[in-house]
């Protein structure tokens, strides 16, 4: 696996720093996009310690602002080097709780950085990809299988990520151009935390716990199916059956399960 760069969004936690961690050996440059910038710069600068040929550059962007994206992609577009390329659309957030009780910001910056700005970059970016090679690895989630009451807009959005990148996957097949949706299950990281309402119980399914991965398996594991050609990853064989399982369960069985979820006592996000 070799690239001349990569593009990782949401590098500044979680799954997208520990990608930029693993890319750092197999690529010329590196673009990490987050909001928080101190921390992609002390990441940027740990990296070309630690790889003194590496050229790392920090892209400080509000993915859920439409302007933010579009000045982020001019950027890009000027600055990108020719030749093969990485591009991973990792950024995203959840919102714990009921529709009713949820915050039209909140909705919105999750529709937003969940799926319009990953479409936008793919957009912005197929082309090179076309001409010179390269793949895309976009951050589904098991939940792309499973309406989920009390993470609905959150479930929706990864069902769309999970259908929009098998479809650009067609398209991008004859020009060698791999498109891999990564579909974890709990892990933990940040995700929890930012998504989590302030007076919200937990509220999550018993069986949650069994379904836990770790952050290496997820993205170790991801461009290890990237490199073999894979549509879709699913860290674990508990997670890929489970998404084979609700898959294949017929619709009245899978509402009646989701209907006996523990709910979340429902508060407004601190944000509001
Ligand atoms: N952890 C899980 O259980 C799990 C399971 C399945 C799928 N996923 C998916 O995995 C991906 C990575 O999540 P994670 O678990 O690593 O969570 P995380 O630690 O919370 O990381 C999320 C990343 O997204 C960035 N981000 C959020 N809002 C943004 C915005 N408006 N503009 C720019 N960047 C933004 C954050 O950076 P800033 O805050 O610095 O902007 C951060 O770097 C997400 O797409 C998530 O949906 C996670």
């Known amino acids: 696996m070799k690239y001349q760069q990569a593009i990782i969004t ?9 990608y930029a961690r693993r890319l750092a050996a197999a690529c010329e440059r590196l673009v990490l996009v987050a909001r928080r910038g101190e921390i992609l710069n002390e990441l940027a600068a740990e990296l070309k310690t630690d790889y003194p040929g590496l050229e790392v550059q920090v892209k400080v962007c509000d993915l859920s602002a439409p302007e933010a994206r579009c000045g982020l992609i001019a950027e890009l577009k000027s600055q990108l080097l020719s030749g093969k390329t990485l591009l991973i659309n990792n950024a995203g957030l959840g919102d714990y709780g009921e529709l009713a009780s949820a915050t039209a910001v909140r909705n919105a910056a999750m529709m937003q950085v969940n799926m319009l700005a990953l479409v936008e970059l793919c957009h912005a970016i197929a082309p090179l990809l076309k001409a010179q090679g390269g793949a895309i690895i976009n951050i589904a989630s098991l939940a792309a299988d499973l309406p989920i009451p009390d993470f609905a807009i959150y479930a929706a959005s990864k069902a769309f990520v999970a259908s929009f990148s098998e479809a650009l996957r067609i398209e991008l097949h004859a020009s060698g151009v791999p498109v891999l949706a990564v579909c974890p299950g709990p892990v933990h990281t940040e995700f929890g935390q930012v998504a989590r309402r302030s007076g919200c119980s937990d509220g999550a399914a018993p069986f949650k716990k069994w379904f836990y991965s770790t952050i290496p398996t997820v993205v170790d594991g991801s461009l290890r199916a990237l490199e073999r050609g894979k549509a879709r990853f699913y860290p674990s064989l508990k997670i890929r059956m489970a998404g084979l399982l609700v898959r294949n ?5 899978l509402r009646f399960i989701m209907g006996m979820r523990p709910r979340k006592v429902t508060a407004t996000h601190p944000e509001s």
């Open 249 to 253: 369960m017929p619709l009245p069985v």
């Open 10 to 18: 949401g590098a500044s936690s979680g799954f997208g720093a520990a």
